[in-house]
């Protein structure tokens, strides 16, 4: 996007969300950041409240909204295990009817607008590593359809009106991503590994730990969307992850090694249906955007320390005083 735009960024106060909202102000445009804040945090956007070029609107995405841009990017949805299942027909909700609002909007100003859709959509995948051409292996019934479902049925939502409408559209496939701004209560695997290590608290590893996921550093997620967005013709899904693939134990031990932390590692059940292994083919990526991550697993993991250890500095230090 080389001239300014006006920007609408749905979850824009989640955790991607407002690094987003970051990078766009960081590159002069304006941005509307509309936020129901069920997941969403003030903390996160902060530093940008004050801005003339930053907006906020409190709305979910499940009721219509009509707000003017030139450029949309659509996030809106809670997106760890524990926050999607926690209310899984509101979750369901919001995907749907959040991509319908959506694309009604794209649809009436005639802007582009990305989706963030996810590599839950491969579910429990058997074609390894996964490629956008590969229609998954997803329960339609478990704990999790409810946030893979969803984003399965925004998916086809969205290429319905590009293909009904010509809606001009675009779809990441984000693969699991980690970085500063994390929520320390998300349940996800970064954030408590490095969380438990830093208060020398048990690493819990779910299942075995021989599970395997693909780390993305936030900042290279970024990149991969806002190239996206300059593609005008890429309308078809594009994963945007790290192919370096760990297991829950590797990083488990990365973690210990870089926090110098005393944790023990404890071992509880597997969730259900979680994904034995999860690894972006990013072919499509490096051909068509020219992109690959830039930012290795350790520098990511050691920059995402750095952020948690400050927090639970603050945190501590609330507590004391
Ligand atoms: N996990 C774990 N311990 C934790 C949190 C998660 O072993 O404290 C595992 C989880 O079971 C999964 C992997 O780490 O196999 C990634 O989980 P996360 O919720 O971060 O992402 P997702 O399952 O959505 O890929």
Known sequence: ???????LVTGGAGFLGSH?????????HRVICLDNFYTG????????????????VEQDVCRPFNIKADVIFHLACPASPVHYQRDPVQTLKTSVLGAIHVLDLAKQLKVPVLFTSTSEVYGDPHVHPQREDYWGNVNCVGPRS?????????ETLFMDYHRMHHVDIRIVRIFNTYGPQMCQN?????????VQALRNDPITIYGSGEQSRSFCYVDDQIDGWMRLIDKPKLHTPVNIGNP????MNEIASIILEITGSRSKLVYHPLPIDDPKQRCP?????QEELGWEPKVD???GLKKTITYFETLLSKTNSEVVS
């Open 146 to 154: 409810c946030y893979d479902e969803g984003k399965r049925a925004a």
């Open 186 to 194: 998300d349940g996800r695997v970064v954030s408590n590994f490095i």
């Open 244 to 247: 370096v693939e760990k297991s």
């Open 297 to 299: 697993l350790l520098s």
């Open 1 to 7: 996007m080389k001239s300014k735009k006006t920007v």
């Open 281 to 285: 083919d990013i072919t499509t990526a």
């Open 41 to 56: 945090r003030m903390d996160n956007i902060a530093p940008l409240l004050d801005l003339p070029e930053f907006e906020v």
């Open 20 to 28: 987003l909202c970051k990078r766009l102000i960081s590159q002069q």
